[in-house]
């Protein structure tokens, strides 16, 4: 299984990470260079882990586990608001972007309330187009028992659910974090900032699950190798839009219109293999994107067999 | 300042507690408030919020927290009590328009083309501004959802009665006893 690091250390000598990352059968999935200084995301090994480890001791450097590194994940709230928004929701997402994961932030169009409270079609095919999607609820156990449960109820992705009240379950969600609630001001204090850690393990944990489940029968290629082949495309490479190609568990978001794109995404070489073959590439519901779902190897494989 | 909640779950009634003191902290109201009731039933579902204020010190002449001073071209106003000073300037600005009122120091304005008589008829009213402040405070409490209300105010207190259902007679009649129970501390 891959584990994602944050190197963080100098550019002397880094030639020697990439080629020992290569060297273990890892991928670099993003690197920031800052003047002499640099950040280097990378996928390795689960068992490799010491070897990176020495090679960031002997260069100096600083070694991160950043755990939802190579995530994409959906933060929703009730409503936009300022009930809903910006605390704690804006936290968590920051949160979780600290441990490595790209995050986005939605409000639904009319969760308010109870009886009310609702989600479209639109909205949950929205959100499964994510890794996970973390609900963040507010202060009544009735309410959120009764009837904030119909929101998560038919999404595909792993739910994480906040709320305030303490909760033994919930129906429809992976993993439950009580204690939050409404919030007027940010939430910087001591015990605070232990639930966003919390949230952010429970996320690591539905993430990780997902993890395994993909492990158990792995995509025919790491999303990462897709990545360096995408950034050919001039389109991709020249698009100003940040984090123009945003990694997937099993696949990737580019942030370039499918309409325009899409034949060209699907063109291109895999282990001799066209993308468009190994992978589902399709519009993204967010306009401007395209998004790719890498098959798994024996997907692959059994549409070879009805080929031959 | 005493804030009670009446209501089935003892996080929620916490929670409430805390989120009315500091919004109220932020707006910078809370000295101005003596109680605050608040009646929350998540199975209704109702809130009720009723606030009993405190005397804001009633409407004031301008001529009575300034010294006002006609001058060639225009009134010269010093101020003396500074707790009125922003919201003389703002009155100023709304009676005759921000091109005509100069902000020369902290407590010293210049009005000019006006006469000491058109200045010192002016009232300011703290009241008034309390209770937008006020309904303010309270739209940020309020649930969301809670979208059909019912108002009940007189001049030292007021009850907002909320929810996302028709309002039944006993939740009206509810609201309107506990605006008479603020009243009548």
């Given at each position: 299984m891959y584990k994602v690091l944050l190197f963080d250390g100098g550019v002397y000598r880094i030639n020697e990470l990439y080629e020992l990352i290569e060297d273990i059968g890892g991928f670099v999935i993003q690197k920031t260079t800052i003047q002499v200084m640099?950040?280097?995301?990378?996928?390795?090994?689960e068992e490799d882990q010491p070897i990176i480890e020495a090679k960031s001791r002997e260069l100096g450097a600083k070694l991160v586990d950043v755990?939802?590194?190579?995530?994409?994940?959906?933060?929703?709230?009730?409503?936009?608001?300022?009930?809903?928004?910006?605390h704690p929701i804006c936290d968590i997402a920051e949160q979780l972007r600290r441990y490595g994961a790209i995050t986005v932030v939605m409000g639904l169009a009319r969760g308010k309330g109870r009886a009310t409270a609702q989600i479209t079609a639109d909205e949950r095919a929205i959100i499964d187009e994510y890794d996970a999607a973390v609900f963040v609820l507010g202060n009544f156990k009735d309410c959120i028992?009764?009837?904030?449960?119909?929101?998560?109820?038919?999404?595909?992705?792993?739910v994480t659910v906040v709320c305030g009240p303490d909760i033994p379950g919930l129906p429809n969600c992976e993993a439950l974090v009580s204690g939050v609630g409404r919030k007027v001001e940010r939430m910087r204090r001591a015990e605070e900032i232990e639930?966003?850690?919390?949230?952010?393990?429970?996320?690591?944990?539905?993430?990780?699950?997902?993890?395994?489940?993909?492990?158990?029968?792995?995509?025919?290629?790491?999303?990462?190798?897709i990545k360096e082949r995408l950034e050919?495309?001039?389109?991709?490479?020249?698009?100003?839009?940040?984090?123009?190609?945003?990694l997937h568990l099993d696949g990737l978001r580019v942030?370039?219109?499918?309409?325009?794109?899409?034949?060209?995404?699907?063109?291109?070489?895999?282990?001799?293999?066209?993308?468009?073959?190994?992978?589902?590439?399709?519009?993204?519901?967010?306009?401007?994107?395209?998004?790719?779902?890498?098959?798994?190897?024996?997907?692959?494989?059994?549409?070879d067999s009805i080929k031959h | 300042m005493e804030i009670i909640v009446e209501g089935p779950e003892s996080f929620a009634n916490e929670s409430y507690s805390l989120l009315l003191e500091r919004t109220l902290v932020d707006m910078g109201i809370t000295t101005s408030i003596d109680k605050?009731?608040?009646?929350?039933?998540?199975?209704?579902?109702?809130?009720?919020?009723?606030?009993?204020?405190?005397?804001?010190?009633?409407?004031?002449?301008?001529?009575?927290?300034?010294?006002?001073?006609?001058?060639?071209?225009?009134?010269?106003?010093?101020i003396i009590d500074e707790n009125y000073a922003p919201r003389l300037l703002s009155l100023l600005w709304r009676t005759f328009g921000r091109e005509r009122i100069e902000q020369i120091t902290r407590l010293e304005i210049f009005a000019k083309g006006m006469t000491a008589g058109d200045i010192e008829s002016l009232r300011l009213d703290p009241e008034?501004?309390?209770?937008?402040?006020?309904?303010?405070?309270?739209?940020?409490?309020?649930?969301?959802?809670?979208?059909?209300?019912?108002?009940?105010?007189?001049?030292?207190?007021?009850?907002?009665?909320?929810?996302?259902?028709?309002?039944?007679?006993?939740?009206?009649?509810?609201?309107?006893?506990?605006?008479?129970?603020?009243?009548?501390?």
């Open positions: 640099i950040t280097v995301t990378m996928a390795i090994p755990p939802l590194a190579g995530t994409e994940i959906v933060v929703v709230g009730p409503t936009l608001g300022r009930h809903h928004m910006p028992i009764n009837d904030k449960v119909r929101l998560f109820q038919d999404i595909s992705v792993p639930k966003l850690e919390e949230v952010s393990t429970a996320v690591d944990m539905t993430i990780g699950k997902r993890r395994k489940e993909i492990d158990e029968d792995p995509l025919f290629v790491h999303p990462s190798e050919q495309i001039q389109a991709v490479s020249e698009s100003l839009r940040p984090a123009p190609i945003v942030k370039v219109p499918f309409e325009e794109y899409g034949n060209q995404i699907a063109e291109l070489e895999v282990y001799g293999r066209k993308l468009g073959d190994i992978a589902r590439i399709t519009g993204s519901r967010m306009k401007g994107s395209t998004l790719i779902r890498i098959m798994t190897e024996c997907e692959v494989k059994a549409r | 605050v009731k608040m009646i929350i039933r998540p199975a209704e579902p109702l809130f009720i919020i009723s606030i009993r204020m405190r005397k804001a010190g009633g409407s004031r002449m301008v001529s009575e927290i300034s010294t006002i001073e006609e001058r060639e071209g225009g009134t010269f106003i010093s008034e501004e309390l209770k937008k402040k006020l309904l303010d405070a309270v739209w940020r409490l309020l649930p969301e959802g809670f979208k059909v209300r019912q108002e009940e105010a007189s001049e030292i207190a007021m009850t907002i009665t909320a929810t996302e259902r028709t309002l039944t007679p006993e939740q009206i009649a509810l609201g309107a006893s506990t605006q008479k129970e603020m009243e009548a501390l």
